[in-house]
């Protein structure tokens, strides 16, 4: 069975640091774009990052202050969010491209999730 399982959320201060991960089970990750988005209260979804086989991408609103990787042998990926301001607040979500129809979730212009866990809420405190 495919599982996405994200944990590590919960209240960051603002400027301090958080870790996200996310244990991937049923697929092996090394073999799929996969990263994560996010969404707040009232707000689209927002696909801020992918990791593929040739590059990583992050947009612009965390770029040089979240770090995505992954671990192929644990079969899990991890998000190190660092000065967390208050434009972070969100639920998170791991995801996986597998190239399926349906609801979809851009992130950047190569990748296309359309597979994700049940999501880890993330609050700033200022």
């Known amino acids: 069975q495919v599982q996405l399982v994200e944990s590590g959320g919960g209240l960051v201060q603002s400027g301090g640091s958080l870790r996200l991960s996310c244990a991937a089970s049923?697929?092996?990750?090394?073999?799929?774009?996969i990263g994560w988005f996010r969404q707040a209260p009232g707000k689209e979804r927002e696909g801020f990052s992918c990791?593929?086989?040739?590059?990583?991408y992050y947009a612009d609103s965390v770029k040089g202050r979240f770090t995505l990787s992954r671990d192929n042998a644990k079969n899990s990926v991890y998000l190190q969010m660092n000065s967390p301001n208050p434009e972070d607040p969100a639920v998170y979500y791991c995801?996986?491209?597998?190239?399926?129809?349906?609801?979809?979730?851009?992130?950047?212009?190569?990748?296309?999730?359309?597979?994700w866990g049940q999501g880890t809420q993330v609050t700033v405190s200022s």
């Open positions: 049923g697929f092996s990750l090394q073999n799929y774009n």
């Open positions: 995801a996986v491209e597998f190239g399926l129809a349906g609801d979809t979730v851009v992130a950047g212009p190569a990748c296309e999730y359309d597979y």
């Open positions: 990791s593929r086989a040739s590059d990583t």
